[in-house]
């Protein structure tokens, strides 16, 4: 009898499911668990507003990737051309969604997938350091700040990714994101200009950068010849 190979036993794994669709991966896949670098990253050269976020998602057939994405926003910038400072405490923020990765039926060493997300959170941010000039009562002040407002936004986002094998679990990913405003509550007078976890409200653009690790779970075989 001559020994099975890898490719072999994943075959097997699939026909012993009694699926129509022959899947060549196991039901479940495992956990990944990843870290945008994309605004620590621009923080070390001196960008003064971002996320910091983390994520977890579970993968069924190597197919369907359930994903939740957390983590804090923070800005203390004066915006190109403006009048004043943006002072944006840290604030949570939260995503939950779903990746399908096209390419679910390969083998090969990643993935590269479609998504939905759903996002809300909840902001506290000031404007300071506002500056105002009349030039025909020769009038200048500065120094004047806007007390605190709050804000609850929600939004939609697509997503196009990808995700490559590096090394065992460890892997590497990249999205672009096209995202829209579905709501943004406010209480004070002044309008947001970064939300927590959107980024910058008049760009529906973003790209993120990750590292993730991948827990696969261990398989059992029940192969009978």
Known sequence: MLPLTIEAKKSIIVTE?????????????????????LSP???????KYGNYE????????NRFFPVYEFGVSYAD??????????????????????????????NVPGIFYVGLRYGFSFAKYELTNISVSSPYWEVEQSGLSIPKSTSVAHWGELLLGLRVKLYKG??????????????DSQKGDARQWIVPGFGKRNSPLGVSFTINYRFAPKQKLNIRL
């Open 17 to 37: 499911q009694g699926d129509t669709v022959k899947y060549l991966h196991p039901k479940y896949n495992g956990i990944t668990i990843g870290a945008d670098l």
């Open 41 to 47: 990253i621009a923080n070390l050269v001196g960008q």
């Open 54 to 61: 983390l994520s977890i998602d579970a993968a069924f057939y």
């Open 77 to 106: 910038y004066t915006p190109d051309g403006s009048n004043y400072t943006y002072k944006l405490y840290p604030s949570f923020y939260n995503r939950v969604g779903l990746n399908y990765n096209i390419i679910y039926n390969k």
């Open 170 to 183: 460890l892997m590497m990913g990249w999205a672009v994101r096209c995202k829209f405003v579905f709501a």
